[in-house]
């Protein structure tokens, strides 16, 4: 079974300031998808950035871009020049399949 | 803007009532997903429909019942639930992804039911 372990229950950071969110993953499979979802009070889960686990090319999408170490099972996301509306719960969540399981979750606060 | 449509979004029930929650996309893709979500919590899968078919129940007691009527639509029959049932519902769909096909998407959510169970 695919497990997803965010070890950062909350975190800040100041406006216009980068921050790292971990996740790691176990699984034994070797061809598999990687994603980062957002989710503001509003409750909508929004996609940030996605990772196919066979590119070791990081994928980058403006300011968000991840850090996928295949090896080490790790795949986190950093967030440059932080802004007040990236402040929401962010989720790691493993695609195999049609199977999407998610980690606990992060909620990320950014301060003016 | 959501292109996955839940209804309604807010719903307060009975333990003895029947309700059902719907969800409606037309990006043409043909799996649906029902995930539960406490507050503070992950998402949790319920049940996967893929081309219209159930392909993945996650041992979802019967008080749930999912159903989908065509490729857009899929609905969740609810009937005796429970006060811990409480918990905002959110609808996904994806494009069909075959078992590790060259083409997966990402899963797209819509807002979600906020159910209250009394």
């Known amino acids: 079974a695919q497990t997803v372990t965010q070890s950062q229950p909350e975190m800040s950071v100041q406006e216009a300031e980068t921050v790292t969110l971990s996740c790691t993953y176990d699984t034994s499979e070797n061809n598999y998808y990687l994603f980062w979802y957002k989710q503001p009070p509003s409750r909508q889960m929004i996609l940030v950035i996605r990772q196919e686990a066979y590119k070791q090319q990081n994928a980058t999408e403006n300011r968000f871009s991840v850090n996928f170490q295949k090896a080490a099972k790790s795949f986190s996301l950093k967030i440059s020049d932080s802004q007040l509306g990236d402040t929401a719960m962010y989720f790691c969540a493993f695609l195999y399949g049609n199977k999407l399981v998610f980690g606990a979750g992060t909620i990320l606060r950014v301060k003016s | 803007d959501t292109e996955v449509t839940q209804t309604p979004k807010h719903l307060v029930m009975g333990m003895t009532n029947k309700k059902s929650l719907k969800c409606e996309q037309h990006m043409g893709h043909r799996a649906m997903y029902w995930y539960k979500q406490k507050a503070k919590k992950p998402p949790e899968l319920m049940f996967v429909y893929s081309y219209e078919k159930l392909s993945i129940n996650e041992s979802v007691p019967s008080r749930f019942s999912p159903e989908c009527p065509n490729s857009s639509l899929l609905n969740l029959h609810l009937h005796a639930l429970q006060p811990e049932d409480s918990a905002l519902y959110l609808c996904?769909?994806?494009?069909?992804?075959?078992?590790?096909?060259?083409?997966?998407?990402?899963?797209?959510f819509g807002n979600g039911t906020r159910l209250t169970v009394t």
């Open positions: 996904a769909s994806t494009i069909e992804g075959q078992l590790m096909s060259s083409y997966n998407s990402p899963l797209h």
